[in-house]
């Protein structure tokens, strides 16, 4: 007698065997590295808060968010957690890279997918050089200059730094308006929510999802106008384009709602790590 399986659906792996083992550990690497993103993204949001109200003088990006836990009780063991977290998220994205299967897995996605496993590893690199005592070394904002500096001295370097500017307004506006379209449900396994879970979890998705598009489309905009002026200096990291808000009509108060935003974008990081389908 034959079996078949229907199309589309993964082979249901029996207790024990190395297919449910491999399942296992990506999913639990997913899930540590979701919770690391909504530590940092909570972090930040409260720095940047306290920024817009004139109470902070950190850095509002993930170097701040850094020294904040390393300040803590058990700083230190903190940040060798949140390490052992982005590896897990550069793992897990990896996996669904090289290792995802299913219909809907095409060449787009896998070639996204590495992008960020590359990001995560490159971020998880950054936080072990900092809890093994590397300290900060440059800020973000320095950081994005020098990168924008040696971009614009490359032949066409104008060009690509342009471009590199109109693709982060891109991802920024695609982030904004999937997360206001709330795209994210796909994602998660709605049916094991209540109905109240289910409104809090889309609430924290399209606030946090906007609030994070924003500050990647305003990133953007200062590389472009780098590419433009031909000045790095133009170029601002996430602390500088955070602080950039307060620059705005409306004062500080949109910081306040962009920070807000990040928070809620965190607390919606732990939501996937309990709710993603992995």
Known sequence: MTTSRMPG?????????????????LTAAGQAGFAARGVVYV??????VRIALGSGDESADRQ????????QPFGKAMLWALVVGFGCMALWRGSRAVLGRGPRRKAASRVLDGGRALFYAAVCWATAVYAAGGGQGSSGNEQSQDWTASALELPYGRVLVGAAGC?????GGVLAVRAALRRFLRQLDTGAM?????QVVTALGVG???ARGAVFAAAGVFILAAAVRFDPQEAKGVDATL?????TPVGPWLLVAVAVGLILFGVFSFASARWRRL
Not at 43 to 48: I, K, P, S
Not at 64 to 71: H, M, V, Y
Not at 194 to 198: A, L
């Open 64 to 71: 701040g968010a850094l020294a904040q836990i390393a300040e």
């Open 194 to 198: 209540s109905h109240r879970t289910k």
């Open 167 to 171: 693709l982060l307004i891109g991802i």
């Open 243 to 247: 602080r950039s808000f307060t620059q």
């Open 208 to 210: 946090g999802g906007v």
């Open 9 to 25: 659906r993964h082979r249901a792996a029996r207790p024990g065997t190395s297919d449910s083992a491999e399942e296992q550990t």
């Open 43 to 48: 972090l930040v949001g409260v720095l940047a």
